[in-house]
């Protein structure tokens, strides 16, 4: 199978665009068979908790479909057995997640530039910037519970959840702006919380559910532009970490733009801890961005 037809800038899919951002890239490996993601919107090859014992031919076929498609970018989320053949192909760790799978054993996140442009920052001078901030702050106790109620969102939900996450993006990693689309997630079981002001959602958040692994990726943080600093969405984040708890999940992670402050000083404050980073890793915002991993142990 060819690669799949690639973006131009001027056509990036918007929230509410229902295009397909990646499609399924078979990968053959001696005794077994790995599905990928040819990521057509951020320009890379990625795969997730790949089910295979051998992670330097992994890391080679990933690196190979890379080339032959002309892409720049590897990534893998895998369990950290791996890590050290990835490393042996040419991946780099760039992040670990403790207890990522179900608890008991950890997740590598292990990238490769195949460019120069995809091996430095997208915004070095920014990130450094954060991460001063950060180790500023490291030491605040952290905040308590606010005094705001949120909702665990239902399907009804759905059209005002799309509509913010539209307003809010030019374009979007996701089709989190079609309803539809919100409206099947809800139903399925993965958790949205939303606020409401004068019975208006204004803000939202996720948790996008990694079911086999027991944990969660904290994700469409959205709160309206004249409303944000106000604390509406830790209150939200707080409720999601009590949604997986309900459910049994042992750990919640999240990816953060790297040069954005505030979602970063929010998870910190929220008791996640930094594992990492990714350089020039998604689409999402101005540009190809530079992506914190943060990670916490959900425990009661």
């Given at each position: 199978?060819?690669?799949?037809?690639?973006?131009a800038?001027?056509?990036?899919?918007?929230?509410?665009?229902?295009?397909?951002r990646y499609?399924?890239?078979?990968?053959?490996?001696?005794?077994?068979?790995?599905?990928?993601?040819?990521?057509?919107?951020?320009?890379?090859?990625?795969?997730?908790?790949?089910?295979?014992?051998?992670?330097?031919?992994?890391g080679?076929?990933?690196?190979?479909?890379a080339?032959?498609?002309?892409?720049?970018?590897?990534?893998?989320?895998?369990?950290?057995?791996?890590?050290?053949?990835?490393?042996?192909a040419?991946?780099?760790c760039?992040?670990?997640?403790?207890?990522?799978y179900?608890?008991?054993r950890?997740?590598a996140?292990?990238?490769?530039?195949?460019?120069?442009?995809?091996?430095?920052?997208?915004?070095?001078?920014?990130?450094a910037?954060?991460?001063?901030?950060?180790?500023a702050k490291?030491?605040?106790?952290?905040k308590?519970r606010?005094?705001?109620?949120?909702?665990?969102?239902?399907?009804?939900?759905?059209?005002?959840?799309?509509?913010?996450?539209t307003?809010?993006?030019?374009?979007?990693?996701?089709?989190t702006?079609?309803?539809?689309?919100?409206?099947?997630?809800?139903?399925?079981?993965?958790?949205?919380?939303?606020?409401?002001d004068?019975?208006?959602?204004?803000?939202?958040?996720?948790?996008?559910?990694?079911?086999?692994?027991?944990?969660?990726?904290?994700?469409?943080c959205?709160?309206?532009?004249?409303?944000?600093?106000?604390?509406?969405?830790?209150?939200?984040?707080?409720?999601?970490m009590?949604?997986l708890?309900?459910?049994g999940?042992?750990?919640?992670?999240?990816?953060a733009?790297?040069?954005?402050?505030g979602?970063?000083?929010?998870?910190?404050?929220?008791?996640?801890?930094?594992?990492g980073?990714?350089?020039?890793?998604?689409?999402?915002?101005?540009?190809m961005?530079?992506?914190?991993?943060?990670?916490?142990?959900?425990s009661?």
């Amino acid at each position: 199978m060819g690669a799949m037809r690639r973006f131009a800038t001027d056509d990036l899919p918007r929230p509410d665009d229902p295009r397909p951002r990646y499609e399924a890239l078979t990968v053959e490996l001696p005794g077994a068979v790995v599905i990928a993601r040819d990521d057509a919107y951020s320009l890379r090859i990625r795969c997730d908790h790949p089910a295979c014992d051998d992670g330097e031919a992994l890391g080679r076929a990933l690196i190979a479909a890379a080339r032959e498609r002309q892409i720049d970018r590897v990534l893998v989320f895998a369990d950290a057995a791996l890590q050290a053949g990835l490393e042996r192909a040419g991946l780099s760790c760039e992040a670990t997640i403790p207890g990522f799978y179900r608890g008991e054993r950890d997740c590598a996140v292990c990238g490769k530039a195949l460019s120069i442009q995809r091996a430095t920052l997208f915004d070095g001078e920014g990130v450094a910037r954060v991460q001063q901030l950060l180790l500023a702050k490291r030491d605040e106790p952290a905040k308590g519970r606010e005094v705001l109620t949120t909702e665990r969102a239902t399907v009804a939900d759905a059209p005002a959840i799309a509509a913010l996450v539209t307003q809010t993006f030019s374009h979007y990693p996701t089709p989190t702006g079609v309803p539809d689309v919100v409206a099947a997630q809800i139903r399925e079981g993965v958790p949205f919380r939303v606020f409401r002001d004068g019975g208006e959602i204004v803000a939202c958040s996720s948790a996008d559910l990694q079911r086999d692994a027991q944990s969660a990726e904290l994700t469409d943080c959205v709160t309206r532009p004249d409303l944000r600093g106000k604390g509406l969405m830790q209150a939200l984040l707080l409720g999601l970490m009590d949604d997986l708890r309900a459910l049994g999940y042992p750990t919640a992670f999240t990816l953060a733009r790297a040069r954005q402050a505030g979602m970063n000083l929010a998870f910190q404050r929220l008791g996640f801890a930094y594992r990492g980073l990714l350089p020039r890793s998604c689409r999402i915002g101005e540009g190809m961005e530079d992506i914190m991993v943060w990670s916490c142990a959900l425990s009661r």
